[in-house]
């Protein structure tokens, strides 16, 4: 190989090995005797030397390694990069996948931006590489200077203490990350001070990326003002991680106890939401928004603190307000209640107008699914009827009731005097109090008289047209499912 494109490992520094730390750190992952891991190695430094602590740690410890090496075909050196670390693990006697994909394509048809793309396909890449090998781990090479990097890019894009929290040592699914200790400069004199070869990806020089720009540009301006800037951002990091830690187990105990969930909706009290401390609001919310997703980090990437602020501005507004969420979801504010739900599919248009004449006797509705059976009376009812009606039965006044009688869906401004009250009512407010969801509003029918709701068909009539002692003629309505051809429907 050409140009300076293989490090030499030349000049060995009189520096400690690196394994003892290694070693003492490593002992904190649950890694067993038995066990297989997947070594991500690009060929850098950073991953020849994971690769070499693994090694020289797994003849004691008693797991086993495979080297992964994807070729993302970005650049013209992506060949030699591949031949070098097979050549590698060749070398140690490691058994090794080298595979190459076009992840420049296959980001953009997936619509990924490059560097997104890259860290999708690649750790794609490593789990099905571990399923195929019966391997329990992945191991990846970041280091502290990643770990410093990540927080300052994050700084800078306003992520919050999750966030800034940075790179985990370990995660779901296996994945682990032995070297978040060691600093690069650590790492080069190991490399040098064992004779092990590496590769410098150009890239990395690029001031195209962020993180290159932190590297090069940022980080050595920062160490000018405090020569200790990485360590103090990588104990910040650690910190932030142990506080958020804590905090995502006290929120699964505090939700507990104001929270239930079903497979499509998150329900908090909205009284002890409220009482809340703010903090514990965000993280509630986020919660309930992560159950809903199905995160793995329990918390889903992409709510905006904006967005959050909105909801916690539900849980002590009036009821009836609603929010569209990103990932499909919708926040409406009940009476009592929040609830954090997935937005259903388009709904089929609300069902047209129909003008109903009651003389017909029996009315079947095709358009609302509903069959009314309708009966003048010239004397009271006799039991089971009651003045009052029943939630699908109406007992009207006929002569109070003007014409003409339609069947109808809710409209804003509509409003009504409930039975039982002399004042009026919007019917969004009876909604809200009577706990009906607000994608089922519009498919309840309306019986109207001359345009005024007098019956909200298995809920509630209007106390003005309703059936009196005074009453000398009634309009008896007896609601039920759709008939058609002999068959009921609905």
Known sequence: ?????????????????????????????????????????SGGADSICLLHLLLRLSADAGFTLHVAHLNHQFRPEADLEAQFVAGRAALWGLPATIASQPVGALSKAAGFSKQAGARHFR??????????????????????????????????????????????????????????HLHREEIVAELRGEGIDWVEDPSNQTPVYLRNRIRHNLLPQLEKENPNIRAGLCRLSQLLRDEDDWMTQETVRQMSQIATCTADRVTFDAGQLNHLHPAMQRRALRWGMGKLTQSTQSTPEGIAFDQIETLRGMIAGSPGAMRHLPFGLV??????????????????????????????????????????VCSYLDEQPAPPFSATGTRMRGVFDADKMPSPLTLRGWRDGDRFVPTGMT????????????????????????????????????????????????????LVIDAGPFVFDGGVIG
């Open 331 to 372: 926040a409406e504010r009940g009476a009592e209640t929040l609830v954090l739900g997935r937005r259903k599919p388009a709904e089929s248009p609300e069902p047209s107008e129909v003008i109903l004449n009651p003389r017909d006797g029996v009315i079947d509705s095709a358009t609302w699914q509903i069959r009314l």
């Open 423 to 474: 004042g009026h009512k919007k019917l969004q407010d009876f909604f809200i109090d009577a706990k009906i969801p607000h994608a089922a509003r519009r498919s309840i029918p309306l019986l109207t008289a001359a345009g005024v709701v007098v019956w909200i068909i298995g809920h509630r009539q209007d106390a003005r047209y309703q059936a009196t002692p005074a009453t000398r003629r009634w």
């Open 123 to 180: 750790y794609r890449f490593l789990q099905e590489t571990a399923a195929q090998v019966g391997a329990r781990w992945i191991a990846t090479a970041h280091t502290a200077d990643d770990q410093a990097e990540t927080f300052l890019m994050r700084l800078l894009r306003g992520a919050g203490r999750r966030g800034l929290a940075g790179i985990p040592a370990m995660r779901d699914g296996g994945l682990i990350r032995p070297m978040r």
């Open 1 to 41: 190989m050409q140009g300076g494109f293989v490090q030499q490992a030349l000049k060995p520094l009189k520096m400690p090995t690196q394994i003892s730390t290694f070693a003492r750190l490593f002992s904190a992952f649950p890694v067993s005797a038995g066990d297989k891991i997947v070594v991500a190695v």
